[in-house]
């Protein structure tokens, strides 16, 4: 899904969904070397075309966010992670941030399990 995005819509993408809504204006400020505004609305104009991205007016400004699908963003985004500094490895990329945890909570290790169990069925 956003892998298949041009970078630049993809970098306003995950901005609003870092921020959750935000102005043209916000957005392009948040860009590293920034396009023309009207760049960013035209990027804006083909991502709400695509479904991924909606408006609504404020006075005279319109505030962009994220359609909502959170499952499937973050399933495209973590396979395009995974690919490529995982090796397209999955146990890698959990083995990694496994390890940058500090103390994990009772309900977050029964869970792991449980998706390490689901795995080991699917085999």
Not at 52 to 61: E, I
């Amino acid at each position: 899904m956003i892998d298949k995005l041009p970078r630049r819509e993809r970098e306003l993408f995950e901005i609003l969904c870092s921020v959750r809504e935000a102005s043209a204006a916000e957005i392009r400020a948040r860009l590293a070397d920034p396009p023309s505004y009207s760049a960013v609305r035209t990027m804006l104009s083909r991502l709400e075309a695509r479904g991924l991205v909606t408006h609504r007016a404020d006075d005279q400004t319109y505030i962009y966010s994220t359609v909502p699908q959170p499952a499937k963003v973050r399933r495209s985004a973590l396979n395009k992670f995974i690919e490529t500094f995982f090796e397209g490895s999955p146990a890698s990329a959990a083995t990694a941030l496994l390890g940058m945890s500090k103390k994990l909570t009772d309900n977050e290790v029964e869970a792991l399990q449980r998706a390490i169990d689901a795995a080991k069925e699917r085999k």
